[in-house]
């Protein structure tokens, strides 16, 4: 199964934007990038998700290399409700299964 | 309003005893999922079911059981047999296998003594 790498933690100023990097380097070419954070004691939420461009919503935008062995996704101006863990997760198209790594814990400083 | 309800928020179990949590869904979704997540650590797949009557293995599911009778309910229990059931365990549903978007409950952590 495909892996992602992320940082452990990372510490953002309100207000500011954040960019939370991914490193996926064994993707496959049907491997889609999706993006879920976590609040504390909570279930995963919906971020977004993307397989070669990039993809803009409401919540984020997710920016994919163009040899889709990483991606970033970015808040454009982190608030203290987006302090969370993110995950990065790659989903095997043949099996729809998500591989979970272990997170970015995000701290947004105010 | 639609979502996922699991309860309790909190179980605690005597070793040795089978236990089962529940998960209820009003999201009409045909595709719902149980997942494990220890201190620190991502998601882990346990079971998960397509549509009614039928569900399959995830990567975990030893001492695990699982049924799917009706298309709202997917209720987890954890047998004597898991070695190490002590966890936050969470539910999702989707409204197919193959959706982009899994939602998640609000989890119940299950405490064995």
């Known amino acids: 199964d495909a892996k992602t790498t992320q940082p452990n933690s990372m510490e953002s100023n309100e207000e500011e934007p954040v960019h939370l990097p991914c490193n996926h380097s064994?993707?496959?070419?049907?491997?889609?990038i999706h993006w879920y954070r976590q609040l504390p004691s909570q279930g995963p939420e919906y971020v977004i998700h993307?397989?070669?461009s990039n993809v803009n919503n409401r919540m984020a935008s997710l920016a994919i290399a163009e040899d889709r062995k990483s991606s970033t996704l970015i808040l454009h101006r982190a608030t203290l409700r987006d302090a969370a863990v993110y995950y990065c997760?790659?989903?095997?198209?043949?099996?729809?299964?998500?591989?979970f790594g272990t997170g970015t814990r995000l701290k947004v400083l105010a | 309003d639609g979502g996922i309800t699991q309860s309790p928020k909190y179980l605690f179990r005597k070793e040795g005893q089978n236990v089962t949590l529940s998960c209820e869904q009003n999201?009409?979704?045909?595709?719902m999922y149980w997942y494990r997540q220890d201190p620190g650590q991502g998601l882990r797949l346990i079971y998960y079911?397509?549509?009614?009557?039928?569900?399959q293995k995830g990567d975990i599911a030893e001492g695990y059981s699982v049924s799917r009778e009706k298309k709202e309910s997917f209720p987890l229990t954890v047998t004597s047999a898991q070695k190490n059931p002590t966890a936050f365990y969470l539910c999702?549903?989707?409204?197919?296998?193959?959706?982009?978007?899994?939602?998640f409950g609000p989890g119940t952590r299950l405490t064995v003594t």
């Open positions: 079911s397509q549509i009614v009557n039928d569900f």
């Open positions: 997760i790659l989903r095997d198209v043949s099996t729809y299964k998500y591989i």
């Open positions: 999702a549903s989707s409204m197919r296998q193959g959706a982009w978007e899994q939602y």
């Open positions: 064994t993707i496959s070419g049907t491997d889609y």
């Open positions: 999201l009409n979704h045909d595709a």
């Open positions: 993307g397989l070669t």
